[in-house]
């Protein structure tokens, strides 16, 4: 297998030793020493970043992309990886203008219900078939790529009736944009609903043994299931986001969101392996991702060393957050 | 097969000789599938059946088999490898940027070709190098390394396409030898050095063997690092030459020179028979791998069917194909990740 090749019977000796714990606790401040870090760099560099305005304009850009990384954290914290998620975002893009003269004011619930039943279709091939999640994902990509672009006819589709997305476009108390709240939201609600049932206890367990949740009676593939079912509808939410910025469908739209998605997620500290990390760290690491975005043109580095930027941060958070006392062999 | 000699040998695993007729009928299978799809088609489609189109098909596959031919090598050690994208992005750019072109006075010609596959086994290198040493898995860091790649590639592209005026490069995808063009021939022979290195050379073996069991190969005091980080850089140089290969048959630089191929590479490695745990398969393979892909994407279009279906099928083979080849050990692997 090639993604981190946990071997058969889980002999993995206790998972929690002394440098283990000192180790985490630095990555669990991390992301918001980074977030800090950032923010004063960016303000060192130019003063006038650090406004109402500039704050509120990251804030708005940053949305769909926490959207996006909550959702696809809750896979990872199971141990997976949802690569798909970029891709369905756009589909549902195409999908949301193209069903919008006939649902009109049903549309956003039709195509986050669509894309969570997308997502689950995937979290059910992966538990049913075993295909590895990156795989399934990853074919994924290319058929809802592919799909996006049959239906659109390849090309953006525009979305005239803009009542309908106009209340995400509105700001909370004149400053905070509605975008961004919804994010929040999201956050709040699905950690809190995570907390409030077993359900957090059967992700993290899925994620630091798989065999061993299944023995204690975890329902480990139900558990998968409904991860990449909440990846895919927060795909779908994220989509309306773009939608409602702007102001059409394109089945390209949202291809160049994966990569800092899964940066968002890996630089939040959550491991790459599985079980360890949260939604929050998720969402910390997404405003990261945007300030790098936004503030590297202020400081005057050309953009194309964003994608560098994103291949090293990548590679370089998850060697710091890999949780080697369960990985023997890395493929 | 379950010779005599076989079965003596192996009283104790009775079970043994089971997995044995899998391989051989998925040795079979691909080129069984590549001659039935391509009977099919043949008989759906008049334009199908010409000469012309299976010279078509044939050249149409010479970048795709470049590609797999690198990425066959890392499937084999049971990782596996995203950087297709980026690294043929960063070559083509180069590549198109050392030949004789619109933008600069450079005309290394061949020497600029080798410097752009050698900045492909840089790359290639590089993502071998972090899964070693940053022990982190192999489809972060190519995940990685083609975000880098295409960074580099934007990087040099800076705003102004390169259009390649150099004679030999771009003659390379027009000139046609007994045929077929010479970017095929060029194909064939990566096939042949493929085979060559994974028949003959220590690389080769060993890859099959980290595959295998990696944790016995190197119990067994063989060093596996370095034999890792030389198989990925091997991969890179063959995406770095897939990259000029794709510049002088579009005749410019583009940073989205690679866009797919990834995918496309894994596609026909896993339908060719090659697994993705690792152990199995090889350039053979592949290389029926990649006819099946390329014909079934040639013989859909000629039956009529939108081009931009393309990946979705892509994506169906795949998971299929994966899903077929983990039926067999259904009941012993429990986890997937």
Known sequence: MSTPAVTEPAVAGPPVTGRAVAGRRLTSFMPVIALVVLLAALTVADPGFLTLNSLTAAARTSAPLVVLAAGATLVVLCGGIDLSIAALCSLATVFFALWLPDLGGLTTVAVVAATAAIGAAQGVAHVLLRIPSFIVTLGGLSIFSAIALVISDAGPIRVVDRDVTHWLTLYVGGVVPMAFVVALLVVVVVSLVLRSTPLESWIRATGYSESAARLAGAPVDVVKVAAFTVSGACAGLAAIMLVSRNFSGSPTMADNLLLPAVAAIVVGGTAITGGHGSLWRSLAGALVVTLLRVGLPIVGVPSAYEQILYGAIIVAAVALTLDRSKVQIIK | ?337
């Open chain 2, 1 to 337: 097969m379950t010779s005599p000699a076989d079965a003596d040998l192996e009283v104790v695993h009775a079970r043994r000789p089971r997995p044995r007729r899998g391989v051989s009928l998925r040795d079979a299978g691909p080129p069984v599938a590549l001659v039935v799809v391509f009977g099919i088609f043949a008989a759906l489609s008049p334009g199908f059946r010409t000469l012309s189109n299976v010279q078509n098909v044939l050249d149409a596959a010479a970048v795709l088999t470049v590609v797999t031919c690198g990425i066959t090598f890392v499937l084999m050690m049971g990782s596996i490898d995203l950087s297709a994208p980026g690294i043929m992005g960063a070559s083509a750019i180069a590549v198109a940027l050392l030949v004789a072109n619109n933008r600069n006075d450079n005309d290394y010609g061949l020497l600029g070709v080798v410097l752009a596959v050698l900045l492909g086994a840089g790359l290639g290198c590089l993502s071998g190098l972090a899964l070693v040493t940053l022990k982190v898995p192999s489809f972060m860091t190519t995940l990685g390394i083609s975000a880098v790649g295409l960074g580099v590639a934007t990087l040099m592209f800076a705003g102004v396409q390169p259009n390649v005026s150099d004679r030999m490069l771009a003659g390379l995808a027009v000139e046609r030898f007994l045929g077929l063009a010479h970017l095929t021939w060029i194909a064939f022979a990566c096939v042949l050095v493929g085979w060559l290195v994974q028949r003959y050379s220590r690389l080769g073996r060993y890859a099959f063997a980290i595959g295998g069991a990696e944790e016995v190969l190197a119990l067994s005091g063989v060093r596996v690092a370095p034999y890792k980080v030389a198989v990925f850089t091997m991969a890179g140089a063959f995406y770095g030459l897939a990259g000029v290969m794709v510049t002088s048959q579009l005749g410019a630089g583009l940073v989205q020179a690679g866009r797919g191929y990834d995918f496309s590479a894994i596609a026909a490695a896993v339908v060719g028979g090659t697994l993705l745990i690792g152990g199995r398969g090889g350039i053979l393979h592949s290389a029926v791998g990649v006819l099946l892909v390329t014909v079934l994407t040639n013989g859909l279009v000629q039956v009529g069917v939108s081009p931009y279906w393309q990946g979705g099928v892509q994506g169906l083979i795949v998971v299929a194909a994966v899903a077929a080849a983990v039926i067999p050990q259904r009941r012993r692997n429990q986890v997937t990740k």
